[in-house]
């Protein structure tokens, strides 16, 4: 069974630093990746996703993350953070059994705080 | 309407009530996911339907009965419930397409209270 692990529960960056938030997962073929933002009393909202070919993707609001196969890892990324990126930020991994309709598996989450 | 719409969106409730939750996807969508997501736990997953048949159900309680009349509509019936079952109840939707694990869109979530 996959799983996925963010191994940072809460996150503080001022504003206009750059951003890093970890994921790693565990899955025995190439994942389907996925990073989704959910601000408080919203639902989720996709910011990127991986399903193959270059390793580096862009998502929306400036994020990107990068896959490395060999570190079972799935890294978000953002240059310069603006106060209203503070969320939570959950890493997911999906499975692809072929039947057209998987359930993702997610990490925990990482909330992220934005100083001033 | 646009994207996936959940009512209600808080709902509080005794143990010996019965209530549903609604989800609706306005998306041409034919899967349909109900995630539960409890404080300082991951989104756990409950069920699955794709073209309106239940495909996965997670190991969830009977006390949670879903029901899937179409494609655009998913609900999630409750019956005696239990004070560790309050959580956001998330609705998604996806393609649904054979060998390929597509992005799920989700609604704003259905926060129950168990009193």
């Known amino acids: 069974a996959q799983s996925v692990t963010q191994p940072d529960i809460h996150i503080t960056v001022s504003e206009g630093a750059s951003l890093e938030l970890r994921c790693n997962y565990s899955y025995g073929a190439t994942p389907y990746l996925f990073w989704y933002v959910q601000s408080p009393g919203q639902g989720l909202q996709l910011l990127l996703k991986y399903f193959s070919g270059d390793t580096l993707v862009q998502g929306i609001k400036g994020f990107e993350a990068e896959f490395k196969r060999s570190q079972s890892s799935f890294n978000l990324r953002k240059p310069s953070v603006h106060w209203s990126d503070a969320a939570e930020y959950f890493c997911a991994v999906g499975a692809g059994s072929g039947g057209g309709a998987d359930g993702l598996t997610f990490g925990k989450g990482t909330h992220l705080i934005i100083q001033p | ?115």
């Open chain 2, 1 to 115: 309407e646009t994207g996936v719409t959940q009512t209600p969106r808080h709902l509080v409730m005794g143990m010996t009530n019965k209530k549903s939750l609604k989800c609706e996807q306005h998306l041409g969508h034919n899967a349909m996911y109900w995630y539960k997501q409890s404080a300082k736990k991951p989104l756990e997953l409950m069920f699955v339907y794709n073209f309106k048949e239940q495909t996965e159900n997670n190991s969830v309680p009977s006390r949670f009965s879903p029901e899937c009349p179409n494609s655009s509509h998913l609900f999630l019936h409750l019956h005696t419930l239990q004070p560790e079952d309050s959580a956001l109840y998330l609705c998604a939707s996806s393609h649904g397409l054979a060998g390929y694990v597509d992005t799920q869109y989700f609604g704003p979530g259905t926060r129950l209270t168990v009193l």
